[in-house]
């Protein structure tokens, strides 16, 4: 054997997701990305994504599980969690308790949230007060235009949604930074210390009303809100409003290969999971896909990844179809689908070039997450590996390997761990991202379509 072909036979290989890709592949794949951009536009907290998911899924013959409600092969259920969490099913062909194919994402995204009491008035300005949700590097949060998006439940208890700053005929809200100009002591602080949490102040106006007073600024933008949503000062304590980035998903590059968009993570791998469900017949094992909230704080609260919530509808699709949950559970397996760091050439000093996701190579199986020493992670098992190796093989998906980083660099988490705890087999993989967790994000276009073949690849295995 010639070294070149030893080198072949041995070595592995990884290559560029667009070598051999077809002309009806990159078709579809631009196809599912408009899509997945139209997705993004329309939904950015974990509420309008679930709101979306449920009503796609009411046209695509999905049903409310209810208790008690007996299942057959080929029925698709779904259960929404308290509108902030949506969990979905279509029932296989085997029982239950031969195990179910579960892809497990997140729909909330790093971002700012109003306080319990946000308004306030300082020298002609009036402000919202907020706490940042999740990890951000605060400076790169101000002089961005922003929206604010969310509910108000009012004093006589009904709900109302806000949606404001999207529209090209609404205003934005701000972020102040210091111009450079004065800037001589910031410049010398940490890009930790350089904007703080307490600054990340809202800007909502600076017209005030006719009168007395030094809160007629204040006042004048409750007056406006109080007539557009029907509400008072009281009402923002019970109140989820958020201030995320305004605008929508863009291609970028010359060639178009790129999305910038603000929430990929987690809604990149959300979106993979609910089209290659819809698109699912009846497969053999029952395929279950997860839409969780709460990921960026830690998977905690009725709607995260922790919650009985989940444990509550597995039971349901178990009693439904004369299984038992512990057995279903044991036979289970999970992907874990959420965004991992991409290589940034710009940063290189921060990876493992050998270890790293790369852009554009396809849907990225992380083994491992968590931080110093793998602590927080459920490391997979060698043979879980195979079985997500083997399906995606099988199905002719691009993968590559993937680790958060070098060695005691940093680190990060994701629902893996929770669902492992549970006896459920779990291995996580996704969508490589430059930029994690800024206002906007950068993913490739042949990442998200692979990730979402790879989703489809684990339902029908
Ligand atoms: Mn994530
Ligand atoms: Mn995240």
Redesign the pocket.
């Known amino acids: 054997m010639t070294t070149e072909e030893l080198r072949k036979q041995l070595m592995l290989d990884a290559k560029n997701g667009y070598v051999g890709l077809t002309a009806q592949q990159r078709e579809e794949m631009e196809g599912y990305c408009k899509r997945y951009s139209a997705f993004m536009d329309a939904c950015k907290t974990e509420r309008e994504a679930t709101a979306w998911t449920m009503e796609v899924a009411e046209k695509n013959g999905f049903k409310a599980l209810l208790p008690g409600m007996k299942l057959q092969p080929g029925d698709k259920v779904y259960r929404n969690n308290r509108d902030k969490s949506i969990l979905l099913a279509v029932i296989g062909s085997e029982s239950l308790n031969e195990g179910v194919n579960i892809c497990a994402a ?1 729909v909330d ?2 971002r700012m949230d109003l306080k319990p009491n946000p308004m306030y008035e300082d020298s002609g300005f009036a402000y919202f007060k907020t706490h940042y949700y ?2 951000i590097k605060k400076y790169q949060w101000t002089m961005t235009p922003m929206a604010i998006h969310g509910v108000v439940c009012r004093k006589d208890g009904t709900r109302v949604t806000v949606t404001l700053g999207e529209r090209d005929d609404e205003p934005v809200f701000m972020v102040s930074d210091l111009l450079i100009h004065l800037s001589a002591d910031q410049m010398k602080k940490t890009l930790a210390e350089g904007i703080v949490g307490e600054q990340l102040n809202v800007i909502l106006g600076t017209e005030p009303l006719e009168g007395e007073g030094s809160d007629l600024v204040k006042l004048n933008v409750l007056r406006m809100l109080n007539e557009k949503y029907g509400i008072i000062e009281e009402d923002f304590l019970s109140a989820e409003l958020t201030v995320v980035p305004a605008g929508k998903c863009r291609e970028v590059g010359l060639d178009r290969s790129l999305l910038c968009a603000y929430g990929h ?2 809604r990149v791998c959300a979106y993979a999971q609910i089209e290659s469900l819809l698109a699912l017949g009846t497969p053999k094992h029952t395929a279950v896909c997860i839409l969780a909230d709460k ?2 704080i830690g998977s905690v609260g009725v709607t995260g990844m922790k919650s009985y919530a989940f444990d509550t509808f597995m039971q349901d699709l178990c009693d439904g179809t004369g299984a038992q949950l512990n057995r279903c559970y044991e036979n289970s397996f999970c992907l874990s689908a ?2 991992t760091n991409a290589f940034d050439p710009n940063f290189p000093e921060v990876s493992d070039k050998r270890n790293n996701s790369q852009l554009n190579y396809g849907v990225a199986i992380c083994k491992y997450t968590g931080s110093r020493g793998k602590s927080g992670a459920s490391d997979a098992a060698a043979e879980a590996l195979s079985h997500v190796r083997q399906t995606l093989d099988k199905a002719g998906v691009k993968w590559q390997t993937a680790t958060m980083g070098k060695v005691d660099q940093g680190g ?1 988490g ?1 629902v893996a761990a929770y669902m492992a705890n549970r006896n459920i087999v779990t291995v996580d993989a996704g969508v490589p991202v430059i930029g ?2 800024a206002p906007l994000e950068i993913v490739a276009k042949l990442d998200c379509y692979m990730t979402m073949l790879a989703c489809k690849a684990i339902y029908e295995a």
Request: proline letters at 7%; a negative charge; hydrophobic letters at 15%.
């Open positions: 997140h995204s790093p999740g990890g993570d987690d990921e960026e959420d965004v990060g994701t994690m967790h």
